[in-house]
């Protein structure tokens, strides 16, 4: 895989072990990363285990790549449960302990709580996982960085595309949390904007089992489109009992606004065939991805990296590589470096980090294939649109977020 570039290089790191190697790095002596998510549950599936991975190769990536950083570097992972409250106490333990940087956090209220945190210390927090807008409007904080993806750029891109191709009339089914309730929002503006309507929502709390209630208001409101704001085994529950129910055998079209790689793996192309989603990253998409997802497979049982895990790699190597270049542990000032200029990424492609900390790269609106157009293993979308960067995510707010100012 070619090395990630921008005048020098980028990388990323791994499970709760360290490694060493030979030359100065001015103040730093030691690196301490704490991989911080889902672990066994709902998100776990894109998120979990396999974030710890795609952090190991990063880490091995900038060693191969920078044999002259002779700091230690320690990853550190803790299972958050989808709980803000047990993601805080995690993350204030880890800063109390010298974690240098969180990484990932699904889960917007976690991400969220974990933001706070920082704002007020010398630990960066790299969200990959989590999704909240606010992480770089009400939230902000000068050492977060949103890499991957945020509700504005997969909801609003779904939401359009659908309208476009003749789903006017929408009903949401949506996960009582923050995240779900954001991605909703967000894809009301633009159903709205594109002259679609909304005939209604239900709000199941997240974790649920039996949609059903649920799913039968959907189907009574004669809605063109039932669209899931949730993500994980939410929604891969939502869609199988539609389908249980004939929702699509029965005219309506289903919306995912927040649907991993994985997810579709999990489901299988008949059960999710047709489906229209946004993503920042897929494994199939040119050599460099390719490239990276093999490695990545064959260290975590042979799963394709999500989005999600494919962002702790690059969150993590570009860290890396502003530690190195600044030579300092200090969160704002590798969070600083960071900001100060564009990276040419092998799995995001040209990638700029605004002041506000949102990384802007292109988009991609996919459709998961039917059973007949698969020819391989993990073979499950296709692209129907690119998205430039500049025009999927929100513009910057400097009335929320001074630093966008």
């Known amino acids: 895989m070619a090395p990630i570039t921008r005048g020098r290089l980028l990388a990323?790191?791994?499970?709760?072990?360290?490694?060493?190697?030979?030359?100065?790095?001015?103040?730093?002596?030691?690196?301490?990363?704490?991989?911080?998510?889902?672990?066994?549950?709902?998100?776990?599936?894109?998120?979990g285990p396999g974030s710890v991975v795609a952090a190991k190769l990063a880490v091995e990536d900038f060693r191969k790549a920078h044999p002259e950083a002779d700091f230690d570097i320690e990853v550190l992972s803790a299972d958050h449960q989808n709980k803000a409250d047990v993601a805080s106490a995690i993350?204030?333990?880890?800063?109390?302990?010298?974690?240098?940087?969180?990484?990932?956090?699904?889960?917007s209220a976690a991400a969220l709580a974990v933001a706070a945190l920082v704002k007020d210390s010398d630990a960066a927090l790299l969200v990959s996982g989590g999704g909240h807008d606010a992480l770089t409007r009400d939230a902000c904080t000068p050492n977060t960085v949103h890499w991957t993806f945020d509700l504005y750029s997969l909801a609003r891109n779904t939401a359009q595309a659908t309208v476009e191709t003749g789903g006017k009339s929408w009903f949401f089914v949506t996960s009582d949390y923050a995240g779900g309730k954001g991605l909703e929002a967000v894809a009301t503006k633009f159903v709205l904007e594109a002259g679609g309507e909304v005939k209604g929502h239900a709000l199941p709390p997240l974790g649920l089992v039996d949609y059903s209630s649920f799913l039968?208001?959907?189907?009574?409101?004669?809605?063109?489109?039932?669209?899931?704001?949730?993500?994980g085994t939410d929604l891969m529950n939502m869609i199988k009992q539609s389908n249980e129910f004939g929702l699509v055998e029965e005219?309506?079209?289903?919306?995912?606004?927040?649907?991993?790689?994985?997810?579709?793996?999990?489901?299988?192309?008949?059960?999710?065939?047709?489906?229209?989603?946004t993503t920042a990253f897929y494994w199939d998409t040119n050599d460099q991805t390719r490239a990276f997802s093999e490695r990545f497979a064959a260290a975590h049982n042979g799963g394709m990296p999500s989005e999600g895990q494919a962002g702790v790699y690059s969150a993590v190597y570009h860290y890396l590589?502003?530690?190195?270049?600044?030579?300092?542990?200090?969160?704002?000032?590798?969070?600083?470096?960071?900001?100060?200029q564009p990276i040419d990424d092998p799995l995001f492609g040209q990638v700029t980090i605004r002041p506000d900390g949102r990384a802007i790269h292109d988009m991609y609106v996919m459709q998961v294939k039917t059973p007949e157009e698969s020819t391989k293993p993990w073979d499950y979308v296709k692209v129907l649109k690119t998205i430039p960067g500049e025009q999927a995510f929100g513009p910057p707010e400097p009335e929320k977020c001074a630093l966008a100012g």
């Open 216 to 231: 039968l208001q959907a189907q009574s409101s004669g809605a063109d489109v039932v669209a899931f704001g949730t993500a």
């Open 91 to 107: 993350a204030r333990d880890w800063i109390r302990d010298g974690v240098n940087a969180i990484v990932d956090v699904p889960n």
């Open 321 to 340: 590589e502003s530690a190195l270049a600044t030579g300092s542990a200090q969160a704002g000032t590798i969070v600083a470096d960071m900001k100060s």
């Open 12 to 47: 990323v790191s791994a499970l709760a072990f360290i490694l060493t190697a030979g030359t100065a790095s001015a103040d730093i002596t030691r690196l301490r990363l704490g991989v911080l998510n889902d672990m066994a549950s709902g998100f776990s599936a894109w998120s």
């Open 251 to 277: 005219g309506q079209r289903l919306a995912t606004l927040a649907i991993f790689i994985n997810d579709v793996h999990g489901l299988g192309l008949e059960a999710a065939k047709g489906l229209i989603y």
